[in-house]
T-cell receptor, first 112, second 115 residues
Framework: SQQGEEDPQALSIQEGENATMNCSYKTSINNLQWYRQNSGRGLVHLILIRSNEREKHSGRLRVTLDTSKKSSSLLITASRAADTASYFCATASSGGSYIPTFGRGTSLIVHP | DTAVSQTPKYLVTQMGNDKSIKCEQNLGHDTMYWYKQDSKKFLKIMFSYNNKELIINETVPNRFSPKSPDKAHLNLHINSLELGDSAVYFC??????????????FGSGTRLTVV
């Protein structure tokens, strides 16, 4: 099964700065999703982008998808200390069993 | 109202024991999943059920057996627990097996510690 991989593994920034995380995957997808996981908690769905979409916005979040490069990026603008969490991308492959697979996540720390 | 609830939240048990983790979703979703998250936060799919039918069964020891009595419930039974089974287990659900509409909704996890 394919697997998304996030980059960087860890990111440390100051409040107010922007945070960019990337996700790469291996095979054709139906959609790609980003999730946030606060320490000791479950994953929370942030945004879903379909394979025929190139960019999507939700509040301070901006997601891009480049299917030719098999990559996606998540941009968090004007970060806050409360954005401190791990961020995961998940891909649902097209065709077959639609196995939803996650990467290892990017650990984001936003310093107040 | 909790959308995906799993119990227990914490489980500490000795090697060789048999244990179960329960999961229920009240979202009316068709598909449910079990994921295992290791100490490095790597999330790995274990099983998926669509309308009570097993559709994904990754390479998981047969000591792990999922059971879905109805589409709102997916329980995980683990026999002969081993130290390497220690992890956080997450239940999730989606309206469609691609998570196309609204993605996947996760439970808060069960932290299993085998001693």
């Amino acid at each position: 099964s394919q697997q998304g991989e996030e980059d960087p593994q860890a990111l440390s920034i100051q409040e107010g700065e922007n945070a960019t995380m990337n996700c790469s995957y291996k095979t054709s997808i139906n959609n790609l999703q980003w999730y946030r996981q606060n320490s000791g908690r479950g994953l929370v769905h942030l945004i879903l982008i379909r394979s025929n979409e190139r960019e999507k916005h939700s509040g301070r979040l901006r997601v891009t998808l480049d299917t030719s490069k098999k990559s996606s990026s998540l941009l968090i603008t004007a970060s806050r200390a409360a954005d401190t969490a791990s961020y995961f991308c998940a891909t649902a492959s097209s065709g077959g069993s639609y196995i939803p697979t996650f990467g290892r996540g990017t650990s984001l720390i936003v310093h107040p | 109202d909790t959308a995906v609830s799993q119990t227990p939240k914490y489980l500490v048990t000795q090697m060789g024991n048999d244990k179960s983790i329960k999961c229920e979703q009240n979202l009316g979703h068709d598909t449910m999943y079990w994921y295992k998250q290791d100490s490095k936060k790597f999330l790995k799919i274990m099983f998926s059920y669509n309308n009570k039918e097993l559709i994904i069964n990754e390479t998981v020891p047969n000591r792990f057996s999922p059971k879905s009595p109805d589409k709102a419930h997916l329980n995980l039974h683990i026999n002969s627990l081993e130290l390497g089974d220690s992890a956080v287990y997450f239940c999730a659900s989606s309206q469609h097996r691609t998570g196309q509409a609204y993605g996947y909704t996760f439970g808060s996890g069960t932290r299993l510690t085998v001693v």
